[in-house]
């Protein structure tokens, strides 16, 4: 009787752990990204972002296609997509990590909450360790994951993205990456 009861009480705790478990996800996330000389600005943005968070680790996945990424001008997209990130060889960017100081954070209460994401950011096949600041904003039963590219920014040659010389003048030595990904509980 007593080992019955022992697996009943497992068998609760389980399902009760897997209720609880909080993942919000989204298909639909944007993340943009500008770059500014004296020469040209440069912005593009991608509205078809997919990114997932578990409430109860922190634990944050972003997945881009780099392809997604749209451009003012036909040109510039182009020049982006096979001359700098070689999107025939390295189709997506990865985020994996995790909020530092997800404890902060009340999954229950509407509210805005400053935090810090560690992780690896993989883009033109180098992955690198990263610390982003963002916020994540609980409204209703929705989360949002924002950084703003005054926080989070990217240096191309750290991924071994080249510039010609002749473009040198066009492209920013750090470019501002900004992420807004409205997720919803699954």
Not at 121 to 145: D, P, Q, R, S
């Amino acid at each position: 009787m007593r080992k019955k009861l022992i697996v009943m009480a497992a068998l609760a705790l389980g399902f009760a752990t897997i209720a609880s478990a909080q993942v919000y996800k989204t298909s639909t996330g944007k993340v943009s990204f500008h770059s500014h000389t004296n020469v040209e600005d440069i912005d593009a943005t991608n509205n078809a972002v997919a990114a997932a968070l578990s409430a109860s680790t922190g634990a944050v996945e972003i997945s881009i296609s780099v392809n997604s990424f749209q451009f003012k001008k036909a040109l510039m997209q182009k020049h982006f997509q096979e001359n700098y990130m070689e999107t025939s060889k390295y189709a997506k960017s990865t985020f994996k990590g995790k909020i530092v100081d997800n404890t902060k954070v009340t999954y229950t209460k509407d509210g805005t909450y400053a935090v810090s994401v560690k992780g690896t950011l993989t883009m033109h096949g180098v992955a690198k360790e990263v610390t982003i600041k963002g916020k994540v904003i609980v409204k209703g039963n929705k989360i949002t994951l924002v950084a703003d590219g005054k926080d989070f920014k990217v240096k191309p040659k750290d991924y071994g993205i080249k510039v010609p010389a002749n473009n040198a003048a066009q492209i920013a030595e750090e470019i501002e990456i900004s992420v807004n990904c409205e997720l919803t509980k699954k």
